[in-house]
């Protein structure tokens, strides 16, 4: 029996169950059935669902949802009819091919004679910006990541990829990555300018560099398009620096209560927060909208598909934006910790851009002005074609194998590994100093990117305000 009436958007009705638990596999069932894939399909990997509270699963062979109940509503139920999928296409779906795809986006499987027979999302991409790997549910076995077309024979070679708008009727808790942010995953543009999570001891919306040693007030705007209201929480974090940070590292800072009704917006919070010790002065924030922390119970309002993945969930976001004045005197060396977050050998790669800062990256930034100071008023409207130089940044590889390194001035950089292996970490420690050259004041932009497997997983930008005399 259905505990929400779902709709596409042309409100067409998706029939679904939630399947009584006297259905559901033993635990012999379920290490046997994973032990028979895993040895039937080899390269297919089962998928490891981490929770809040860091506890981590292996999500083995079940009854509770099927690969289209993972795909469209997820694991939460089982959707009954390939009828069902060709309906959802339809009403929220538009059909997408490499190289414009991206990750989480749909890929639909048919058979001979075109009944839809399987779907799963993307969840990383190759060469030409082709599908490398899948993840789906595979009927009443588990959750695997594998290659397109290594599935049952059953599902077909016959493949289309879509992409698809959430259905109605269920409640979204969506926080914007940034002002693109399309609340699918994987949204364009950069996923920790987030205009959504802020830190501001006045009250504003502004962004400001949180104080050491001070308490500082966080807070979070959580939008809710969809037909029913909300009520859980936010829970916000803090991390170092990182282009892909493990679930191990977010540090927590506290919570609070979230009620959004359907198609309003709230701001959440305060809450406060003193860094301590520990914390770089430079800290990652991090929010994520726990509205049920039980992807496969019925109840839970808003699921979270890829725990702890900014890019990958609408649930969670990232603001990492620090305002850094120079000088008197260089600061302290900035750490930027790369890492393989995808739970497979990928190469990884890292490019660090340094530009003149201009008057429309304030607004874009959430940068609160009176953190430039007087530079607030003389920022140009955009950069000139050949700017002078007023700084300089050496990045330096603490260790590893990377490709290159040196210093940029108002230039570009690329650091690349061909291969690092799941949870491996490096460091690059980056040294801003000021050139002697240059007008009074200026003001400059560094974004460090990190790509893995070509996806964007996680940067940094830093904002510098160079003084002279």
Known sequence: MSHRTLTTAAAVVVNHTHPDQTYELTATEKASYQASALASYPGIQPVEYVRLN?????????RRYNCWGFTFNPRQCWISSGTDVQNILNGNGTQVSAPNLRVGDVICYRDPVNTITHTGRVWSLGAGGQPALIQSKWGSLGEYLHPPLTVPLSYGTNVTYWRVTPLAGKGDGWHQDNAADDRLPYSPGICWLSPDLWCNNSGGTTHQDPLRGQPNQLYARLHNPDTLALDGSVRFYWADPNGGIPHSEWNS????????APGATVV???VT???GPTAPAHSC?????DLGDDPFAAATQDPIVWPFEVWRDNNIVQRNVAVITLPPGPPPPLP????NPLGIAAPVQVQARLAPL???????LGIDPGALGPLADQLPERAAPRPRPGMRLEIVPEKGKWRTGGTLVGKGLTFKMARVPPGRHERLVLKPAALKAGPAIEGYRLDVVQRVAGVVTGGMTYVFVVKRG
């Open 54 to 62: 860091h506890v981590s699963e292996v999500l083995l062979p079940t």
């Open 253 to 260: 800072i506290g919570t609070a209560p979230a009620a959004v």
């Open 268 to 270: 959440v919070g305060p």
């Open 273 to 275: 927060w003193t860094p």
């Open 285 to 289: 924030l991090l929010a994520i909208a």
């Open 336 to 339: 930027f910790t790369t890492g």
């Open 358 to 364: 201009v008057r429309a990256d304030v607004k874009l």
